[in-house]
């Protein structure tokens, strides 16, 4: 049976390896427990940055997901950046993501939130067929990138 709660901060080891599946998988990013770790910490000290959320076959972890929260002046409104979406290789294809995600929009409905956004890798196809399943659409807005070190 699929659940979805709020993350804890005794998952975030759990998390933290689901992230360094996820980042392995994205040409972007490279898996660093420790950044991390401090990533996770920093969101679920701070609910007003954003909320993570954890799927359950079960009582077993499964997958995750992030909403960050910001501002739209454009909208007028709250707006949600969906971060880290990732479901275990073993729970895929098996209807968690779909509740995963599904959870996630009612939770930013429920927030009065006017638009969530999201990244995925441009050769991503099958991320990209998921997401529009449940509704999401390409922008035509296009991202560009300064690192601040």
């Not at 729970?91 to 927030?111: C, D, M």
Request: glycine fraction near 6%; aromatic fraction near 8%; proline fraction near 3%.
């Amino acid at each position: 049976m699929w659940s979805v709660e709020l993350a804890k901060p005794s998952e975030v080891n759990e998390l933290s390896a689901l992230l360094a599946t996820l980042f392995s998988q994205e040409s972007e990013f490279t898996p660093n427990a420790t950044l991390q770790r401090k990533g996770l910490e920093m969101i679920l000290e701070t609910p007003s940055m954003g909320t993570i959320f954890v799927l359950k076959y079960e009582r077993e972890i499964a997958g995750m997901v992030t909403l960050l929260w910001s501002i739209s002046t454009a909208l007028g409104g709250k707006v949600a950046w969906l971060e880290d979406m990732i479901v275990k290789p073993a729970y895929r294809n098996k209807g968690g993501g779909e509740v995963l995600l599904a959870s996630t929009i009612a939770h930013a409905k429920a927030l009065h939130c006017k638009r969530i956004s999201l990244l995925t890798d441009a050769e991503n196809t099958q991320a990209q067929a998921f997401y529009r399943k449940l509704g999401f659409m390409h922008s035509s807005m296009s991202t560009l990138r300064l690192m601040i070190e």
